[in-house]
Structure formats: C-alpha cells, structure tokens
C-alpha cells in the first residue's frame, strides 16, 4: 500500500507524528506543507487562528500535488481555534486526482481538537474521497510509545482492503 502523509506544522508536533508515522509504514511519503503567507511575529498566531476559524485558505509551498500514485492519503494538521490549519485546507483543496482515494486525519493539540474531524471530514468528501476516519493526538502523548502505535494501527487499518 503506497502512503501519502500530507502535513503541515508550525512548533513541530504534526511533523513529528508524520515522520514517526512515516518510520513505520513501508513505501510511505512526506509532504510538508508551509504557509507562506506574510504576518508580522506580533500579528501571526492571531492572524492564523481568524483564518482556521473561518476555514480560509492561504498561500502554500507546494502550492499543488498529485495523489494519482497512493493508495491511501494520510492528513495531519495542528488545532488553531478549534479546526485544521488554512495550510492544510489549501493542499486538500489543491489535490489532483484524489477522487475515490481513502484518506484519514490527524490533529495534534494541547487541548481539544473542537471541530476538526467535521471540519477535515467535510473537505476530504467535498474533493471526492472517501473519508476513513481522525484521530487526535495530545501534545502529551506525541512521544508516547503506546498513543504512537495507535495512531499507525488506525493508519494501516484505513486502507484500502486487498482482495
């Protein structure tokens, strides 16, 4: 099964679940997503958080990606005022041939993941996948042994079912 893990992440904790994800799957790869929209150091995480919660869109590096390879895409996204970041909303939006393909979320968050998976369930079927399931990951438990073998069984189980 050929992985895609589509991420973005600003303090490191949704790339470090990526890449640990990434560690343990076979034929598996990574696309990180940054924001390149332009905010003073003052305005930035406020500006950030008014365009999560209004599920804005943003400008993104890369600003296009193919999905026509994989098997089953993997999102991760931090929780920014209760939704997935304007970063990850910008590749869902801007995949290509991602129809039909089956695809999970993850957040990671210190607190609640609030809206997320209704919010990530809603773009991935707008774009024509079939949505698979979230999970949400604890800034607690991003190291934690157990919580991460979680995450890749709920990952691998996602899958497409090989007949």
Not at 35 to 55: I, V, W, Y
Request: glycine share 6%; charged share 25%.
């Amino acid at each position: 099964m050929r992985i895609c893990i589509i991420y973005h992440s600003e303090t490191g904790n949704t790339r470090h679940v990526a890449q640990h994800i990434a560690s343990v799957t076979v034929d598996s790869r990574l696309v990180e997503v940054t924001d390149r929209a332009r905010h003073s150091a003052l305005t930035r995480f406020l500006m950030q958080c008014k365009a999560a919660r209004s599920e804005d869109k943003t400008e993104i590096e890369p600003s296009h990606l193919d999905a026509k390879d994989y098997d089953l895409l993997v999102f991760g996204s931090p929780v920014w005022a209760f939704k997935p970041t304007p970063a990850i909303h910008t590749i869902i939006d801007a995949l290509a041939n991602c129809e039909k393909k089956r695809a999970v979320a993850f957040v990671t968050c210190g607190g609640r993941p609030g809206g997320s998976e209704d919010v990530f369930r809603k773009w991935i079927e707008g774009r024509g996948m079939v949505f698979a399931g979230f999970k949400s990951v604890n800034q607690k438990d991003i190291e934690n042994d157990a919580a991460n073998a979680e995450l890749v069984a709920f990952v691998m189980a996602a899958g497409p079912k090989l007949t």
